[in-house]
């Protein structure tokens, strides 16, 4: 068989997207990730990126990060069990577990990577997950790859049909923080579940570490559960630093069994020393709670401003703030005409969330001004009226 008739066949499913508004646009920075960007050779106020604690350009973790290049050098060269671990590995691990306050903590090169490999490492066809419908595409994928059986629930009154399906093993896994809409999954009550049903909960908390809970140890912290929370996955990719990364931390059996079988951590490169490096100083950076009050703050006088200027947010307290559309074409319009305007926000839509709720997401920075959040509400009014006149 020869490619062009594949070709065809791929050039008309990209016009579908096209035709649909579906086409995601990669945009060009030539900046550091930070509250201010240059975009397309142009200066924009940033509101979509998850560098929720402004660390990704802090010069405490660049200055951490070129010593551990000179040190350390640029990259392992094999994976974490071969010749790939540096005293430093370990020290993040242990530093990871003594914030999350777990009994050990083992490191990815991605949180993708650490959720592609608990579930296949743990359990097997004798055993039963129950996933939340909105978990990230990470859980999912890693569920697939593992034998068990697959629940999905969305409300608790379903899990707890759910767990009641005999298993040797049952597992519920949820994101602390749903990406998409901010919200955060009611630990309390699944806890109380799991523990009815004798069952272990694990938290993504990719979207919380650094920025919930009083030291910034994410939903369990925040929610008082730390200690009823079998197993926690997250990333050194959104508020601690924002490079890359990601671990699961629980039981110190779990993280042993893990380093022994997963497959993304036995067969993928450790991860380099300026990352580790870097995202260490992010953690001593993120001890600080200044950084998570100013977060907060802003958070809520920009959801203020907005809910006033008669927009339709999603509810909630989170740095996550969706902006309700419905139409993603509507979603895409306005987001275009901010950013033409130098506010840089990007609009969802299906398959990154459910088909009619095209959303613009919002995310908020302890680094943003006071002025700053001012302009982006401006932008979201004149954009809006714009594209109401358009249609008229
Ligand atoms: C961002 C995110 C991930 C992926 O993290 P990476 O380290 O970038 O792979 C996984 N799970 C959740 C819930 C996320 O928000």
Same mark, same amino acid.
């Given at each position: 068989?020869?490619?062009?008739?594949?070709?065809?066949?791929?050039?008309?499913?990209?016009?579908?997207?096209?035709?649909?508004?579906?086409?995601?646009?990669?945009?060009?920075?030539?900046?550091?990730?930070?509250?201010?960007?240059?975009?397309?050779? &142009?200066?924009?106020?940033?509101?979509?990126?998850?560098?929720?604690?402004?660390?990704?350009?802090?010069?405490?973790?660049?200055?951490?990060?070129?010593?551990?290049?000179?040190?350390?050098?640029?990259?392992?060269?094999?994976?974490?069990?071969?010749?790939?671990?540096?005293?430093?590995?370990?020290?993040?691990?242990?530093?990871?577990?003594?914030?999350?306050?777990?009994?050990?903590?083992?490191?990815?090169?991605?949180?993708?990577?650490?959720?592609?490999?608990?579930?296949?490492?743990?359990?097997?066809?004798?055993?039963?997950?129950? =996933?939340?419908?909105?978990?990230?595409?990470?859980?999912?994928?890693?569920?697939?790859?593992?034998?068990?059986?697959?629940?999905?629930?969305?409300?608790?009154?379903?899990?707890?049909?759910?767990?009641?399906?005999?298993?040797?093993?049952?597992?519920?896994?949820?994101?602390?923080?749903?990406?998409?809409?901010?919200?955060?999954?009611?630990?309390?009550?699944?806890?109380?579940?799991?523990?009815?049903?004798?069952?272990?909960?694990?938290?993504?908390?990719?979207?919380?570490?650094?920025?919930?809970?009083?030291?910034?140890?994410?939903?369990?912290?925040?929610?008082?559960?730390?200690?009823?929370?079998?197993?926690?996955?997250?990333?050194?990719?959104?508020?601690?630093?924002?490079?890359?990364?990601?671990?699961?931390?629980?039981?110190?059996?779990?993280?042993?069994?893990?380093?022994?079988?997963?497959?993304?951590?036995?067969?993928?490169?450790?991860?380099?020393?300026?990352?580790?490096?870097?995202?260490?100083?992010?953690?001593?950076?993120?001890?600080?709670?200044?950084?998570?009050?100013?977060?907060?703050?802003?958070?809520?006088?920009?959801?203020?401003?907005?809910?006033? =200027?008669?927009?339709?947010?999603?509810?909630?307290?989170?740095?996550?703030?969706?902006?309700?559309?419905?139409?993603?074409?509507?979603?895409?319009?306005? /987001?275009?005409?901010?950013?033409?305007?130098?506010?840089?926000?990007?609009?969802?839509?299906?398959?990154?969330?459910?088909?009619?709720?095209?959303?613009?997401?919002?995310?908020?920075?302890?680094?943003?001004?006071?002025?700053?959040?001012? &302009?982006?509400?401006? /932008?979201?009014?004149?954009?809006?009226?714009?594209?109401?006149?358009?249609?008229?």
């Amino acid at each position: 068989m020869t490619y062009a008739s594949v070709q065809t066949e791929l050039r008309t499913a990209l016009d579908e997207l096209r035709a649909a508004d579906l086409y995601k646009i990669e945009h060009r920075l030539t900046s550091p990730q930070s509250a201010r960007l240059v975009v397309d050779g &142009r200066e924009v106020l940033n509101f979509c990126s998850n560098n929720y604690l402004g660390l990704a350009d802090h010069p405490a973790v660049i200055d951490a990060a070129k010593h551990a290049l000179e040190t350390r050098g640029f990259g392992m060269a094999s994976v974490r069990f071969i010749c790939g671990t540096q005293t430093e590995h370990a020290d993040l691990e242990s530093r990871l577990s003594t914030l999350l306050g777990t009994d050990a903590t083992i490191l990815y090169s991605s949180c993708f990577d650490a959720n592609g490999g608990v579930f296949a490492t743990l359990l097997d066809e004798r055993d039963a997950v129950l =996933s939340h419908t909105l978990n990230h595409a990470s859980i999912i994928d890693g569920i697939r790859l593992s034998k068990a059986r697959r629940h999905r629930y969305r409300t608790l009154t379903e899990l707890e049909t759910q767990l009641s399906t005999p298993a040797r093993r049952r597992l519920i896994v949820t994101d602390g923080v749903f990406s998409m809409d901010g919200s955060i999954a009611p630990l309390r009550d699944i806890c109380d579940l799991a523990d009815r049903y004798d069952a272990m909960v694990m938290v993504d908390d990719s979207h919380a570490v650094g920025i919930l809970g009083p030291t910034g140890a994410g939903t369990p912290e925040l929610l008082g559960v730390q200690d009823r929370v079998d197993i926690v996955t997250g990333t050194l990719g959104k508020a601690l630093g924002g490079a890359s990364g990601g671990y699961v931390s629980g039981h110190a059996e779990i993280v042993e069994l893990l380093r022994q079988h997963s497959r993304p951590y036995l067969f993928s490169n450790a991860l380099p020393p300026a990352i580790v490096a870097g995202a260490l100083a992010a953690l001593d950076l993120a001890a600080d709670p200044s950084r998570r009050v100013a977060l907060h703050r802003n958070t809520a006088t920009f959801r203020t401003r907005m809910e006033r =200027s008669g927009f339709h947010l999603l509810p909630g307290e989170r740095p996550i703030v969706p902006i309700m559309f419905g139409d993603a074409g509507d979603a895409a319009r306005v /987001a275009e005409l901010m950013r033409r305007s130098g506010v840089y926000v990007t609009a969802f839509s299906y398959p990154v969330v459910p088909m009619g709720e095209a959303r613009i997401r919002v995310q908020i920075s302890s680094e943003h001004s006071r002025d700053d959040l001012d &302009r982006c509400v401006a /932008a979201f009014v004149a954009a809006r009226d714009a594209e109401l006149v358009r249609r008229t």
